[in-house]
């Protein structure tokens, strides 16, 4: 509660995955451009996710990520009326970062829905409403897939094991950044799939959203700070954006990767 409660931060930087909807094909970044540019249908579409019911069940069922969810689900099957309160005042406190949330899925979500609707109706003749439909599913597999996740098929057998639940809290995203860059890697070797997209995975996931991520997160911390502008300050939120990065890279492949951040951070 003391790290998340109106998070501000954490909600700002949630709005950069926006980004993961893009692809090479049916919403590569012109299509997803003229898309944006039909300004009337695509706050339209922006609203359909907005209102829908996986997006509504991420906001007010809480399912931002396994600790945020684990805590409230605590205090609401509690005896105790005292977490019980507290529960509801956590779950008021961690709205900026519901809603940023939504915000970044929907924004970046917008096009590939149109798009991927169009698609299925004019390359597999299927009616508007079927296209709807299966659209809207593969809308939901991907932001699970790129988002932090609480649903149970997206945790690892470390994450829910005792040890991990201590030395894993808050890794959730890195390690499903970890496992689509694996994946890429796998069909990369296998031949499978289209090469250019796991390349792109990897760059992405590896890079891109890593550095994003850890540069705006300094950005940041240096304003709320207050920091001057010096060479000194400068370096110094450059290599804790570097740090960042690599602290991320490595707390994604588990509890050894973890473990060896630990020993990086203490020398």
Known sequence: AAIMFFNTRSAILQTISAVNFLNWGFNNPIKAGKAFANQGQYWKDFMTL?????????????????????????AKTSKNKAKAVLSYIMEKGYLPTQYADSFAIALGGATF?????????EN??????????????????????SQQ??????????????????????????????????????????????????????IYYGFVQNMLFNGLQNALFKIAADED?????NSKAVNRTFNGMLDGLLRGIGIGGAA???GKNFL
């Open 50 to 74: 907005m209102n829908s019911d996986f997006l509504r069940d991420r906001r007010d069922g809480l399912r931002i990520n396994i600790n945020e969810s684990e805590i409230a689900d605590l």
């Open 113 to 121: 829905y149109r798009n991927r609707i169009i698609d299925l109706m």
């Open 124 to 145: 597999e003749g299927m009616t508007e409403t079927e296209a709807k439909a299966k659209a809207m599913t593969e809308f939901r597999e991907i932001s699970e897939e």
């Open 149 to 202: 996740s609480s649903r149970p098929d997206r945790i690892s057998q470390q994450q829910s094991s005792d040890i991990g639940r201590l030395i894993l809290m808050f890794a959730n995203t890195p390690m499903q950044y970890a496992r689509l860059q694996k994946r890429a890697f796998q069909d990369l070797a296998a031949g499978r799939g289209d090469s250019k997209t796991n390349v792109s995975k990897i």
């Open 229 to 233: 502008q010096t060479f000194e300050n």
């Open 260 to 262: 060896v951040s630990v």
